[in-house]
């Protein structure tokens, strides 16, 4: 049967609103139902919306309405707060993983395709032919408590087929997902498609990485939660690529000098700004400043030189340029 729209009618009496065709070629299955809502409601409010406005009109919660939105955020569609992430152009391969110390088989980073779109027939044919597949979606329903929505067995098959994740590997990735969300975090599913992935592109594929990998996740939450006391951000869980650039801080500077640079930030930035943050610490490293004393002295030098009417050297923070860059989010993607 056919179906065609009705060029005339009431429908069309309040106007159209404008939406991206790859919205529907690309998400209309990967998406669930209550993100394309949410995406819908924000694209008939002129392209802006806030959680109360859209938890209100989907009839959920405040948390539910930002667990549906980070999935969108993920995928580069929206921005929140003005924090927006850009992921990798498609067909491009994402930037090679670094060699660790330790014995894990490093794997060749994963084209930034999309994942293949599964019917539930599809899903059926793959477990029919693959006992372990049958097995981890058993075990995801225990894991979870309920049966799992379409999306979330298409996400759970792509793990191990598309990522190449052991069945152990991906069942430690829901226990975390379960443990994060019991404690109120804001993480939605496709932050933890992007934790596979990640995984992957690491080599973590047996139970011993994969206990080392939440060590180190939860050194980074508490991170993340000093870095949020320190510069008062809106508290939701971090991006994979915000968890990326703390750690990055917390391996070249101690947590008195990311203080000193969230203070600078404060008092010259109209809004909380990891983007500000992170550009004072990539100058200090690069001028080999490590302890506030350095800071100090560097400042003083910058002062005399300027009472000489000397442009040659250069400020520890050139607070004008900082703030530019941190506006537009040039050269940054946090």
Known sequence: M????????????????????????????????????????????????????????????????????DFWIEEGVLSADGNAVNPAPQNEISPKA???????????????????SLSPKDIVEVCRDNEELTELLRSAQEVLGRSLS?????????????????AAVVLTILHYYKTEKAKGKAIGTAYINAMAKNWAEEGICDLQSADEKLKT?????????????????????????????VK???????MEMIALACD???????RPSLNYIDKVLKNWKKKGISTPADVKADNEKHERSK??????IEST???DEITKKAMFNENYDI
């Open 217 to 245: 996740l939860e050194v980074s939450d508490r991170l993340w939660d000093e870095i949020v006391g320190l510069t008062g951000i809106r508290h939701r869980s971090p991006t994979i690529k915000q968890r990326e650039t």
């Open 2 to 69: 056919e179906y065609r729209i009705i060029p005339m009618g009431d429908i069309w009496q309040d106007g159209t609103v404008c939406i991206p065709k790859k919205i529907i070629s690309s998400y209309i299955k990967m998406a669930s139902e209550y993100q394309l809502k949410a995406l819908l409601i924000i694209m008939n409010s002129d392209g802006i919306s806030d959680s109360k406005s859209i938890a209100r009109a989907l009839g959920c919660t405040v948390s539910d309405a930002d667990e549906f939105m």
């Open 307 to 312: 009472k000489k009417d000397s442009g040659d």
């Open 264 to 270: 600078i930030m404060k008092e010259n930035a109209d």
């Open 150 to 166: 379409h999306a979330e067995q298409e996400m759970l098959v792509n793990m191990v087929t598309y990522y190449g994740l052991p």
């Open 248 to 254: 990055r801080w917390s391996d070249d500077f101690s």
């Open 98 to 116: 670094e060699t660790k110390e330790d014995t894990h088989p490093v794997k060749a980073p994963i084209k930034s395709l999309p994942l293949p």
């Open 317 to 319: 923070y050139d607070i």
